[in-house]
């Protein structure tokens, strides 16, 4: 399983970013999704998943401000960000699992929150 992302980029604080991650090769047993993010200096830390079922999960401190949906039929993965604070600067990375729960990481992308 090969996951790209995309959309990160520079945004003034309270604004709103849409990342989008693509799952190609042996999608057809993609199980979870989510984002996971890396700050500076901070290890990296779950922001939100989605099962294939649509069941979703969220980080404390991104409830209400984030939104992860998955379009199955286009084996895509979105994290929807409102709001956004200073703290939320990071590296956005994408996650799936597959039908056996083997764990695959996507190439992340930069999201930089500006005063």
């Known amino acids: 399983v090969q996951l790209q992302a995309s959309g990160g980029g520079l945004v003034q604080a309270g604004g709103s970013l849409r990342l989008s991650c693509v799952a190609s090769?042996?999608?057809?047993?993609?199980?979870?999704m989510g984002w996971y993010r890396q700050g500076p200096g901070k290890q990296r830390e779950l922001v939100a998943t989605?099962?294939?079922?649509?069941?979703?999960h969220y980080a404390d401190s991104v409830k209400g401000r984030f939104t992860i949906s998955r379009d199955n039929a286009k084996n895509t993965v979105y994290l929807q960000m409102s709001s956004l604070k200073l703290q939320d600067t990071a590296v956005y990375y994408c996650?799936?699992?597959?039908?056996?729960?083997?764990?695959?990481w996507g190439q992340g992308t930069l999201v930089t929150v500006s005063s």
């Open positions: 996650h799936a699992y597959d039908s056996v729960w083997r764990g695959y």
């Open positions: 090769g042996g999608i057809f047993s993609i199980n979870q």
């Open positions: 989605v099962t294939s079922g649509g069941s979703t």
